[in-house]
């Protein structure tokens, strides 16, 4: 009679966590939605003067820009109108290239979703091997290892292009300066220098929880006792010592996710490549509104959704996780 | 047990160890940064902004130019000289600002509590989940480049980074004797809040602050090397870097590499410097519990 009394209230509590969380999660994204339009009006002076960037307009143009972007609408109804785009994929038409800020935006994801993943798998491979080799290894592994995590992790994404443009490309030749590539191996190569100034943080920062995580877990008495029975390293280190660590490297990785999406800015400017993060600099220099709503929009979405999966998974990974407890 | 002694033992031996070697050169290194920016005019051995084409892209250790020159005959060195003084400046400010609005927001979340505290705490989670260089960028799209927007913008997007400790440590501090016996003795709330609790929130703030700055210094050079913060003529580490650009390409790379490097220095010192003043308060915290 507790028992199942005990499991009806887990079971709703944990849809209860399921609901809070996802609502989180749509409450920051409208929040951060209302505060990207709202940057549009915040703008000093006309609005539409600041987009234009000083072109000049017909008393007519002005007047259909402003229509266009709900200015002569109040506020919440301009913003309405433009989410209601937004929601069908429509973040209006760029001001500088004069086409549809969709369009903008899906013919340069293929450079920036490669650039990304690739990065991601680099850092991660090397972060998680280089965290779990040093941990177990300790001594001076462990210790080369802490001065190379604190390094890269300290090393900003654009001094470590500028660093491998000049060894690699430059001075060695190993690699292209510029462009993508085309096809997937030419790709890969091309965005390999990219992919890797845009890892070295992120690699550095999971060696550096990784290797704390680890490290924790092999200090645990559960894993005493397994090595003394005679389990052999490989299967502890699987069973208990991975397993066990993996709740918050995973969370890390979520939050790297974003410093991955403002790397592509960086790294694609250093390396002329024409992607998101290329685009979103030059419309932001530029003032193109529509395409930095757009960019900023889409990548706001994507840091929630990515670190609110994150969270929904944390209970089905590491089952101590207790579902609305006090961790938060 | 075997397991707890060698631990302690550890933990003893750190105790009466005195400041790493390791905090000391950090520490060398950041008084070194800050005092070539605040005697740029004594030290620089030329103006930053003296064009010479004759003397372009001289390597290091060139005749009266010890780091070269970029593009257009520049003395890299007063340029870094220079440079230090708004890429340590305009972190500072971000630090200052962020400082005094997440330990405003801190302290009031943490005294308050209830509905106040639960939408302080869901305001700051919300702030935190917006990358900080993508509200950067917002404001400059706003504002247009320059170092003011950024550096409010960050100073918001940080607040989070700072507001959540103070908080928590405000929270547990709330609970100890000293405080209820104050209040038992007539004090205000405020007085007592600020006399008395601030003081001992002010070791988890430094920490978090000098963290802080590190990341500040990182994303207002980025958006410096991406053209969208300081403007010319003002320059700083990153706006060197951007400005060595074709130059790198040429295969000519030290007028980037260098202040690239003084950036990785400077954030690598500022970091360690933090990282142990977080680390020995987490260890008094241990002593005195």
């Known amino acids: 009679m507790k028992r199942t009394l005990a499991d009806r209230n887990r079971k709703r509590t944990f849809a209860g966590w399921i609901g809070k969380r996802a609502l989180g999660g749509v409450l920051t994204v409208l929040l951060a939605s209302i505060l990207i339009y709202g940057a549009l009006r915040l703008a000093p002076g006309d609005p539409v003067l600041a987009m234009t960037g000083g072109r000049r307009l017909t008393p007519d ?16 109804q301009g913003y309405l109108a433009w989410i209601g785009d937004a929601l069908r994929l429509d973040f209006g038409t760029s001001m500088n290239y004069q086409t549809s800020v969709t369009s903008l935006i899906t ?43 604190a390094v890269t992790t300290a090393t900003p994404t654009f001094v470590s292009a500028i660093g491998l443009l000049a060894l690699f490309s430059v001075g060695l030749g190993w690699f292209p300066a510029t462009g993508a590539g085309t096809g997937l191996a030419d790709r890969l190569w091309h965005l390999t220098l990219p992919a890797v100034a845009m890892a070295i943080v992120a690699f550095g920062v999971l060696a550096r929880v990784g290797n704390a995580a680890f490290a924790e877990e092999l200090r645990r008495e559960h894993v ?105 | ?118 939408v302080l705490s869901r305001g700051m989670d919300i702030v935190f989940a917006f990358p900080s260089m993508l509200l950067a960028m917002l404001v400059v799209a706003v504002f ?62 430094v920490a978090q602050s000098t963290l802080a700055f590190g990341y500040a210094l990182v994303d207002l050079a980025a958006l410096s090397y991406l053209g969208l913060g300081v403007r010319p003529p003002d320059a700083d580490w990153g706006s060197m870097i951007s400005q060595a650009r074709s130059a790198i390409l040429q295969g000519e790379p030290w007028s980037g590499l260098l202040p690239g490097l003084v950036v990785l220095l400077t954030v690598v010192s500022v970091n360690v410097l933090g990282e142990h003043i977080g680390g020995s308060i987490g260890r008094k915290q241990s002593e005195g519990a």
């Open chain 1, 107 to 149: 013919n340069r994801l293929g450079v920036s979703g490669v650039l990304i993943l690739y990065s991601a798998v680099l850092a991660i491979v090397f972060g998680f091997a280089v965290a779990l080799a040093s941990a177990v290894k300790g001594g001076l592994v462990n210790r080369v290892a802490g001065i190379v995590a």
């Open chain 1, 61 to 76: 143009q002005v007047e259909a820009l402003r229509h266009r972007y709900g200015l002569d609408q109040g506020f919440m």
């Open chain 1, 224 to 328: 005493e006792v397994a090595r003394s029975r005679g389990v052999s390293t490989a299967a502890v280190i699987r069973r208990h010592v991975v397993r066990n660590a993996l709740a918050p490297i995973l969370t890390i990785i979520g939050l790297l996710f974003a410093s991955l999406f403002v790397g592509t800015a960086v790294v694609e400017t250093a390396f002329g490549l024409d992607g998101v993060g290329s685009l979103l600099v030059s419309s932001v220099s530029r003032r193109d509104f529509p395409v930095v709503q757009g960019i900023a929009l889409i990548a706001v979405l994507l840091f929630v959704v990515v670190n609110t999966l994150v969270d929904l998974a944390m209970p089905f990974i590491d089952p101590r996780v207790t579902v609305g407890g006090p961790g938060r």
């Open chain 2, 144 to 205: 247009g480049p320059g170092l003011t927007a950024p550096i409010c913008a960050l100073a918001v997007s940080y607040t989070p980074f700072v507001g959540r400790v103070v908080r928590s440590v405000a929270i547990q501090e709330g609970t100890r004797p000293y405080m209820e016996s104050y209040r038992v003795m007539g004090f205000g709330e405020l007085w007592v809040t600020l006399r008395h609790l601030l003081p001992n929130v002010v070791p988890v703030l």
């Open chain 2, 1 to 118: 047990m075997t397991l707890t002694i060698p631990a302690l033992r550890a933990r003893s031996a750190k105790r009466r160890r005195r400041r790493p070697l390791i905090v000391s050169l950090a520490v060398a290194f950041l008084i070194l940064v800050a005092a070539m920016g605040l005697l740029a005019p004594v030290l620089a051995p030329h103006s930053p902004d003296a064009t010479s084409l004759l003397n372009s892209l001289l390597p290091p250790g060139a005749e009266g130019h010890w780091l070269g020159t970029d593009s257009t005959g520049r003395d890299v060195l007063s340029r870094i000289m220079y440079g230090a003084r708004l890429s340590l400046l305009a972190p500072l400010g971000v630090v200052l600002l962020s400082g005094l609005l997440g330990t405003a927001i801190g302290l009031l979340a943490a005294r308050a509590g209830g509905w106040a505290d639960a």
